[in-house]
């Protein structure tokens, strides 16, 4: 069955950027899709077919995926991005695949 | 906009079923375009896609709880249901009802809007 993997954490000093990332068998060739979890809110979708924002989104997020990779990356992050963050993909055999998520600190 | 919110018994008792409502408000639920669904959360953990149904009714499961799990639509009232019998303890978690956006071909692409979620514990 196919899996997407993440880091469980990464930390970032304010102002910085932040990657994080989402590994998976040629992952490049299907979408990720990217979504923010704040605790105790539900999840919200930053970025779809790979590099595409919501309207609602700030610039400051952006997508990438090629390869086995798929980049999530926070230009000028600040305190209120410190979030859980969750790749996922669709894959024909297996359907909706989740990564186990990345928690993002801001530091 | 669309809004998702859900609904139902907050505690359920183990070898029981859960049951669960969405109610979709803001936009009609027999839309070729999208995929109503289910996604859990176990407390403290990830979240696991657990199935959706189209608005022909088609539905499609996670293997894993297959022969438990029953997604079912109810266009008049704008609303679709979970029900996931012969609940345990593992069964516990928040569930989010969501919009799944579907391409032209029947892939799923991303998720959205999502309901605020509710929380079921399994416990006797």
């Known amino acids: 069955s196919y899996e997407v993997t993440q880091a469980p954490s990464v930390s970032v000093s304010p102002g910085q950027t932040a990657s994080i990332t989402c590994s998976g068998d040629?992952?490049?060739?299907?979408?990720a899709y990217w979504y923010q979890q704040k605790p105790g809110q539900s999840p919200i979708l930053v970025i779809y077919?790979?590099?595409k924002r919501p309207s609602r989104i700030p610039e400051r997020f952006s997508g990438s995926n090629s390869g086995n990779t798929a980049t999530l990356t926070i230009s000028g992050t600040q305190a209120m991005d410190e979030a859980d963050y969750y790749c996922?993909?669709?894959?024909?055999?297996?359907?909706?695949?989740f990564g186990g998520g990345t928690k993002l600190t801001v530091l | 906009q669309v809004q998702l919110q859900e609904s139902g018994p907050g505690l359920v008792k183990p070898s029981q079923t859960l049951s669960l409502t969405c109610t979709v408000s803001?936009?009609?639920?027999?839309?070729?375009?999208?995929?109503w669904t289910w996604i859990r959360q176990p407390p403290g953990k990830g979240l696991e896609w657990i199935g959706h149904?189209?608005?022909?009714?088609?539905?499609t499961y996670i293997p894993s709880l297959e022969s438990r799990l029953t997604i079912s639509l109810d266009t008049s009232r704008n609303q679709f249901s979970l029900n996931l019998s012969s609940v345990t303890a593992a069964d516990t978690a928040v569930y989010y009802c969501?919009?799944?956006?579907?391409?032209?071909?029947?892939?799923?692409?991303?998720?959205?809007?999502w309901g605020q979620g509710t929380l079921v514990t399994v416990s006797s």
């Open positions: 969501a919009r799944g956006w579907r391409s032209m071909m029947g892939a799923v692409k991303w998720f959205d809007p």
């Open positions: 803001g936009g009609a639920i027999n839309s070729d375009d999208y995929y």
């Open positions: 149904i189209y608005y022909s009714g088609t539905t």
């Open positions: 040629k992952l490049g060739d299907k979408y």
């Open positions: 077919q790979d590099n």
């Open positions: 996922q993909a669709w894959d024909s055999t297996t359907g909706v695949v």
